[in-house]
């Protein structure tokens, strides 16, 4: 059985920082590219970025230079690491299995003053 748990949101001030995890079990995670989307209150739900089972990686333009996409296939994880973020990434952020079209829970992440 695939899951994919989700941590670390919160409530961050503008300009701060914050890693979000996403924990996989029931595949061989090393083969695998995973995806991170964020879904804002009234809007769709967006691709913010993929790494490729190598560590290749991609962002979507808003959170280019801002956002790092990383994985640790030993411990079967992929992070997001956020950086001066602003008042327009709050959204509930979500891991994607995109092979399988498997999602997690969602972890909320707040931007406010």
């Known amino acids: 059985q695939v899951q994919l748990v989700e941590s670390g949101g919160g409530l961050v001030r503008p300009g701060g920082s914050l890693t979000l995890s996403c924990k996989v079990s029931?595949?061989?995670?090393?083969?695998?590219?995973m995806k991170w989307y964020r879904q804002a209150p009234g809007k769709e739900r967006e691709l913010v970025a993929i790494i490729m089972k190598r560590g290749i990686t991609n962002y979507a333009d808003s959170v280019k230079d801002r956002f790092t996409i990383s994985r640790d296939n030993a411990k079967s994880t992929v992070y997001l690491q956020m950086n001066n973020v602003k008042p327009e990434d709050t959204a509930v952020y979500y891991c994607n299995l995109p092979s399988f079209d498997y999602w997690g829970q969602g972890t909320q992440v707040s931007v406010s003053s």
């Open positions: 029931g595949i061989t995670f090393s083969e695998y590219a």
